[in-house]
């Protein structure tokens, strides 16, 4: 979610994975970055924070609203 915060991704819109690598290697202290993708990838799937999209991770009016209201959401 932090990742969608930072690049200030609306609902609706793709945070790509050309985007999201690069976040996940430099924000990511143990360089597990490709787990650290999965695991995000399930959590805000099963959250209904975000969807699957061929270019990266889409985020839904859900996730949107939970980073509009929860500034701790992570």
Known sequence: MQAF???KVQANEVLTYEQLIPY???HDEHNHFKDVQREAEF???KEAYATPDAAGLRLTPVGYNT????KEVK
């Open 5 to 7: 915060r930072h690049f």
């Open 24 to 26: 996940l290697e430099e």
């Open 43 to 45: 959590h805000l799937t």
């Open 67 to 70: 980073l509009q209201e929860n």
